[in-house]
């Protein structure tokens, strides 16, 4: 029988909601239960696949193609399981999925409304979550905050599934902000006992509340916290500010949060193996050396929108003694005139993932500069077909090459759309998404840094590598060391005659964990250090 954990978020948001589901994930796992995620964002968007980062952030993609919020990206890399799309929800898809039920007739001529019909839909949601997975705890995380109107469809839904189980199978954990006076360090505990009074008023009692603040959570304040919210002591647990964000499940676990759930929830864990963790996040605090790298993109200022990649090379560095410091170069500033410059001190250069042509002139420039330097280079989706252009051009001497996305009328078009992809109206889930297979070529080090001869990696994006180009490209040296053999597809090429220049059309940054860092980050770090 699986058990329901719901995470919601008191009034104000952006205080490590998702970090905190992801960390009580974490230490259920560590004690030996298997556990599966969810997000439910309130949003009308059907995904973020098609918002700005600046509206969102990153989007992260699961194995199974779903475009999500990037919280799924917190959880993938916490608990260490591949989510699917089940574990991304949106009023977008809600209402979809009830409207097209509507049109077919699937509802008898009935009204339909908020209750019954959405708020089932989003209840089907998780129960669906719990028999594809299995999980012996689903943790799903209401986004927004408890006093948002588009989140009452949600908390009405997961009050029925509390009503629908039994009283140790669902547990709600709410997550809140205790705010200081300004000027002072008096901790204010009005916020807390509004938004759990606002909890209980949609039929919701928090079992278990973590608290947020800026100076230490006393115990007069916890007792506080406990007398107004009628929750126990032992279920006040403070989410301290900690200088790595794998240190969080630690925290949490040293004031039995994790044994508390397990009582609550009738769950005999099958072993302890939090030291594990333990160890890995003290190892990281450990490292000595330190690494630059230059990250090329459009969104330099919003470093949300570069979250898994940030991630993977913070892991890769510490995994190799190193502490890695990310230079934020905003792609359109770079010229012919100052790309030494900005490039003076840095051990290595990382072109992202991206769309449009803003910023490509200063990317295309990245590469010239890491290549022609020997400096290591990692190109990753945009950032392969931004290494290929850069070649082409000023390698092979193919002036104006370019891909069709930046210029439709380019005299060499090294990337292009497919065929069977034009045209297409709509820009939401029409990429290539998800899990797509690569056969590694033998003797290249896309080879030695894998150890595979097939891997699975997932993918977003719409144009590709233009296969009639090959010919040209392998005379400068270009080795297609990765390569999709049902659609005929380029997924990594690398320069032999360079220390590391790598790129490839995928995102390796989504399958990087802590425990395990990702092969080509963990290569790009090794070859920046050196």
């Not at 509206?55 to 260490?80: N, P």
């Not at 508390?260 to 939090?274: F, G, Q, R, V």
């Not at 979250?307 to 770079?334: C, F, H, P, R, T």
């Not at 910023?359 to 010239?368: F, N, P, Q, R, V």
Request: charged share 25%; with cysteine; glycine share 8%.
């Amino acid at each position: 029988m699986t058990k329901f954990i719901f995470v919601t978020g008191g009034v104000v948001s952006g205080i490590g909601k998702g970090i905190a589901g992801a960390s009580i994930g974490r230490l259920l796992k560590s004690r030996g239960l298997s556990v599966f995620m969810q997000k439910f964002d309130p949003y009308i968007n059907v995904d973020p696949g098609t918002m700005s980062p600046y509206q969102h952030g990153e989007v992260f993609v699961t194995k199974d193609g779903a475009e999500t919020d990037l919280d799924l990206g917190h959880y993938e890399r916490f608990i260490d399981e591949e989510l699917t799309k089940v574990a991304s929800i949106t009023t977008g898809k809600v209402y979809s999925k009830v409207i097209d039920k509507e049109r077919r007739g699937d509802y008898n001529g009935s009204t339909v409304q908020v209750i019954p019909h959405i708020t089932d839909e989003i209840k089907k949601s998780v129960y669906k979550a719990a028999e594809q997975s299995k999980a012996d705890v689903v943790i799903t995380e209401i986004g927004g905050t408890v006093g948002d109107i588009e989140s009452l469809p949600y908390l009405e839904a997961i009050r029925q599934i509390h009503s629908e189980n039994k009283a140790e199978d669902v547990l709600f954990v709410h997550t809140v902000l205790v705010p200081t006076i300004p000027g002072t360090t008096e901790l204010k505990t009005k916020p807390t006992q509004h938004s759990f009074k606002s909890l209980m008023s949609y039929g919701i009692k928090a079992d278990i509340i973590i608290t947020r603040a800026e100076v230490e959570i006393t115990d007069d304040i916890k007792a506080k916290i406990s007398l107004f919210c009628d929750v126990p002591r032992e279920a006040i647990v403070e989410s301290k500010t900690v200088d790595l964000i794998y240190e969080v499940p630690i925290v949490f676990h040293e004031q039995g949060i994790d044994d508390y759930i397990l009582n609550k929830l009738n769950l005999e864990p099958k072993h302890d193996s939090n030291k594990d963790w333990q160890n890995m996040v003290e190892r990281f605090k450990k490292a000595t050396k330190k690494v630059n790298i230059a990250l090329v993109g459009k969104y330099t200022e919003l470093h949300d929108a570069y979250i898994s990649v940030n991630q993977a090379l913070y892991d890769a560095g510490y995994n190799n003694d190193a502490v890695v410091k990310i230079n934020w170069i905003n792609a359109e500033m770079i010229t012919e005139e100052n790309v030494e410059k900005t490039f003076e001190g840095m051990d290595g250069i990382i072109v992202p993932g991206g769309f449009g042509k803003r910023g490509t002139d200063g990317m295309i420039l990245a590469s010239k500069y890491a290549r022609e330097k020997d400096i290591p280079y990692l190109g990753i989706c945009y950032g392969m077909q931004i290494a290929l252009i850069d070649i082409c051009r000023n390698k092979l001497g193919l002036k104006g090459a370019s891909s069709t996305e930046i210029d439709p009328d380019t005299p060499y078009p090294i990337i292009d759309l497919l065929e069977n992809q034009r045209p297409n109206d709509n820009l939401g889930g029409t990429l290539r998404l998800g899990n797509y297979e690569c056969l590694i070529e033998k003797d290249t080090k896309a080879h030695e840094l894998y150890g595979e001869d097939v891997i699975f990696e997932r993918h977003r994006h719409r144009y590709e590598f233009n296969n009639s180009f090959r010919g040209q490209i392998r005379k400068a040296g270009v080795v297609f060391s990765g390569i999709n053999e049902d659609l005929d597809l380029v997924e990594i090429i690398e320069l032999k005659d360079k220390k590391f220049f790598m790129a490839c059309q995928f995102h390796p940054e989504f399958k990087s964990r802590p425990n395990r860092p990702h092969a080509l980050f963990e290569g790009f770090i090794k070859a920046s250090l050196k």
